[in-house]
């Protein structure tokens, strides 16, 4: 996390849960009227603290980013940035030096124009060079706090409103991957940030916004099913609504398969609206029929498959009482390798089961059958 007091920036960086590194002793140390913050699993780079977000550069002005995404030509921007060296691996940290190589031009072709028209000059162009998907906030000195986002809208990112209480107070501003994250903060969600734009908050507290390229939107379908939270709205769809649809739609094609189906369980915790709307489909019971220990992390992103399998037996456990003498349908929200769950399904027959059918909101056609 980096604050901004209008004159310097103070930082605090650590490994761990936020809890744990942000206690009362750091976050009265972060000052100012700005920040911005980061949480990181580390699917590239190493696992030390300098890896993770926000990065930093001093030149021009002294920038800050967070990155959500992935570049796709990341190594092609590094080589195009001449004297900048890296300290990172991360493609966040190239993208933030091609965003400031951008401003730097601006800054020496145009030395009179507004800050505002910099900053957006610049991220017009950054735009036409950078691939992949970028939702990005940065403080910039002397300018605020700048948002955008990438022209297919690959990764949400959203704006929310903290109105006045009083006329001498000024509205609060806050951009978020998630509006999720608004209500414990007494904010409201304005509307998602559009793919291609760009959006300033100044240091006086003025929200300013530009279209900086052309869009179409073509989102990640994994946010709906499995990363953003179900009480998140992303590009205008409830997520919640979103994995009932899927129940739904997965039912239907459920039943013309005429599986023999006694109990439907669901994989924890992202497959659960799924699953109570396909058992309310096709008549039949929702039962929790594996355990879930919430001090293991997400599977999908560890490091090695022997890690994954080890991770498996750890998180999950399943329940006799549920699978004994049963033929289930097991609901999953997404499959990554395939390689779990074949673990899950092994956990099931231990426990009874007779049959396991599999059904994924990932993606409807891949309904499949497991049975001895």
Known sequence: MVTFDGSRFMEKKDNGLVA????????????????????????????????AQP?????????????NGNLTNSAELEKGLGGRMMKTSSDSEVLLNVFAEDVNKELVANPDSDMDKIVFDAVTNTMK????AYSVITMVNQVGLFAFRDPNGIRPLVLGQRKAATDEEKDEWCIASEDS??????????RDVNPGEAILITEEGK????????????????????LARPDSTLNSISV?????????RLARRIKKREWEIDVIVPVPDGSRPSAIEIAGELNLPYREGLVKNRYVG?????????????SVRRKLNAMRSVFNGKKVLLVDDSIVRGTTMSQIVQ??????????YLASGEELSHCTRSAD
């Open 240 to 248: 919640y609504e979103f994995q009932l649809e899927l129940g739904r």
């Open 207 to 226: 929200m300013v916004s530009r279209q900086c390229a052309i869009s179409e939107l073509s989102p990640c379908i994994f946010e709906y099913i499995y």
């Open 347 to 356: 956990m099931c027959r231990n426990a009874g089961a007779l049959e396991v």
């Open 20 to 51: 744990q590194i942000f206690d009362k002793r750091a976050i009265d140390s972060l000052l100012g009227r700005t920040g911005i913050g980061h949480v990181r699993y580390p699917t590239a780079g190493g696992l030390s603290a300098t890896e």
């Open 298 to 310: 997400r599977t999908f992103i560890m490091p090695d498959q022997r890690t994954r399998e080890l």
């Open 129 to 132: 060079k950078v691939k992949g």
């Open 55 to 67: 990065f930093f550069v001093n030149s021009p002005l002294g920038i800050y980013l967070i990155h």
């Open 181 to 190: 994250a608004f209500g414990p903060l007494g904010f409201s969600r304005v």
